[in-house]
């Protein structure tokens, strides 16, 4: 069992940017799924975005389309979350999630890393 570590949390005004990284240490796959997750208080845990690291496609919530970006970095356990023109409405704790799963599988749909590797989270706050 690993766990996922997230950073680059933080405090930003409305339109600012900020970069989560999400380091999976001892994960040994060479491909696998990464999502990202956020919950804030009183709502509903909501998927972010995600990717296949197999080079295959991303996806990404209709409330983020065109403002943040899922990569993964030079070393293939280390994920990122490029948040550009930020929201209040993004506010949130930020959660990395990983699972060994086919990139057919790995597509954003309800459930889809229920039973993934989770991380303990990354608050993002954003202030208008």
């Known amino acids: 069992q690993v766990q996922p570590v997230e950073s680059g949390g933080g405090s930003v005004q409305a339109g600012g940017s900020l970069r989560l990284s999400c380091v999976v240490p001892?994960?040994?796959?060479?491909?696998?799924?990464v999502g990202w997750f956020r919950q804030a208080p009183g709502k509903k845990r909501e998927g972010v975005a995600g990717?296949?690291?197999?080079?295959?496609?991303?996806f990404y919530a209709d409330s983020v389309k065109g403002r943040f970006t899922v990569s993964q970095g030079n070393a293939k356990n280390t994920l990122y979350l490029q948040m550009n023109s930020l929201k209040p409405e993004d506010t949130g704790a930020y959660f990395c999630?990983?699972?060994?799963?086919?990139?057919?599988?790995?597509?954003?749909?309800?459930?889809?890393?229920?039973?993934?590797?989770w991380g303990q989270g990354t608050q993002v706050t954003v202030s208008s």
């Open positions: 001892g994960y040994t796959y060479d491909y696998y799924c």
């Open positions: 990717m296949h690291t197999s080079g295959g496609m991303t």
């Open positions: 999630v990983v699972d060994n799963i086919a990139p057919g599988d790995c597509n954003g749909a309800d459930g889809y890393l229920d039973f993934g590797n």
